[in-house]
């Protein structure tokens, strides 16, 4: 049976009988392009092939493609990908804290006519908002 091996540049023709192994296949391929066997990775569909299984084994059928690709050297991920989800696992979690319930209604418009109206005293100057910290000028 006829198999192709993709490479770098182009379709590599192969010939093999159904007892042939996959590193037989990985020895030929690395002649081919020259390098060296263990950094030769031969993959069916995404699929990673190990050495042991025979062609029939791995189900391959005349004119199937393999693809052959280098190792790669690194492991580690770049950027922020590797801190995903850190901080929110080394963050304390704290129990939120029983709050007065807010006013509604009457008791809402009664409170803000307080706060605008009732318990202002005119001053000089610029106004300043309900949570400033400045003292009152005289």
Request: no cysteine; charged share 30%.
């Amino acid at each position: 049976m006829q198999i192709f091996v993709r490479g770098a540049s182009e379709l590599l023709p192969l010939d093999l009988e159904k007892d042939d192994t996959v590193q037989d296949i990985r020895e030929y391929v690395a002649e081919e392009y020259d390098i060296e066997i263990d950094e030769l990775v031969l993959s069916l569909n995404g699929t990673p092939m190990s050495d042991e299984q025979t062609v029939e084994q791995f189900g391959l059928v005349s004119g199937s493609t393999l693809d052959a690709t280098v190792k790669l050297f690194g492991g580690k991920v770049h950027g922020s990908l590797a801190r995903a989800g850190k901080v929110k696992g080394q963050t304390p979690k704290v129990a939120k804290q029983e709050k007065r319930k807010k006013k509604t209604g009457r008791a809402k418009r009664r409170l803000q006519y307080k706060q605008r109206f009732v318990n202002k005293v005119a001053g000089f100057g610029r106004r300043r908002g309900p949570n400033s910290n400045q003292p009152a000028s005289t």
